[in-house]
């Protein structure tokens, strides 16, 4: 059973659905290079947008704000209502751009995926289309391969959901359990 507060963001989420998303922006964060002088943010190894917030527009005028949360030591998907992206610290290895690449339009399905207690996933279709959010991040080795984690401090968004069930995680990908 969610908690109070867990209940809530699951009903945020799930308010999403009937609504019609205009525009979608972040705050991207670099997959490989962050610290260097040419940071990357995107390769063919990279099958996600790597976010630290996303902001989806909706034809309400309003914008909501979809990042992540700390649960111990995990990280789980959180959302809420805001004012939008202005006030977003962006630093080097981070930019900030509206994101075409993302659905929009009519959101007519949601679910909610929880590990345990952390919100790890939510997937939306926009439209004909999938959008699969995780709660992860992509981490640059020594020899400067990507290491896939679960339940980090990212926002990974994806428009082919299947690719997520082929990568290798760490910790692996374990069996979810789906709220609709």
């Given at each position: 059973?969610a908690?109070?507060?867990?209940?809530?963001?699951?009903?945020?989420?799930l308010?999403?659905?009937?609504?019609?998303?205009q525009?979608?922006?972040?705050v991207?964060?670099?997959?490989?290079?962050?610290d260097?002088?040419?940071?990357?943010?995107?390769?063919?190894?990279?099958p996600c947008?790597?976010?630290?917030?996303?902001?989806?527009?909706?034809?309400?005028?309003?914008t909501?704000?979809?990042?992540?949360?700390q649960h111990?030591d995990?990280?789980?998907?959180?959302?809420?209502?805001?004012?939008g992206?202005?006030?977003d610290?962006?630093?080097?290895g981070?930019r900030?751009?509206a994101?075409?690449?993302?659905p929009?339009?009519?959101?007519?399905?949601m679910?909610?995926?929880?590990?345990g207690?952390?919100?790890a996933?939510?997937?939306?279709?926009?439209?004909?289309?999938?959008?699969?959010?995780?709660?992860?991040?992509?981490e640059e080795n020594?020899?400067g391969?990507?290491?896939?984690?679960?339940?980090?401090?990212?926002?990974?968004?994806?428009?082919?959901?299947?690719?997520?069930?082929q990568?290798?995680?760490v910790?692996?990908?374990?069996?979810?359990q789906?709220?609709?």
């Open positions: 059973m908690s109070g507060r867990m209940r809530t963001q699951i009903d945020e989420f308010a999403l659905k009937d609504q019609v998303i525009s979608w922006s972040g991207e964060m670099a997959v490989r290079g962050g260097g002088p040419t940071p990357e943010f995107a390769d063919q190894d990279v947008l790597h976010l630290w917030a996303l902001y989806a527009r909706t034809d309400t005028g309003d909501v704000t979809i990042a992540t949360y111990d995990l990280f789980g998907l959180r959302i809420e209502l805001s004012a992206s202005d006030g610290h962006v630093s080097h981070y900030r751009r994101l075409p690449e993302l929009t339009g009519l959101v007519r399905r679910s909610i995926d929880l590990d207690d952390v919100l996933e939510v997937r939306l279709q926009v439209e004909p289309r999938d959008l699969l959010l995780v709660a992860g991040e992509a020594f020899d391969r990507l290491v896939w984690r679960r339940l980090d401090e990212s926002v990974l968004a994806f428009t082919d959901p299947n690719t997520v069930e990568m290798k995680w910790p692996a990908r374990r069996q979810l789906r709220i609709t």
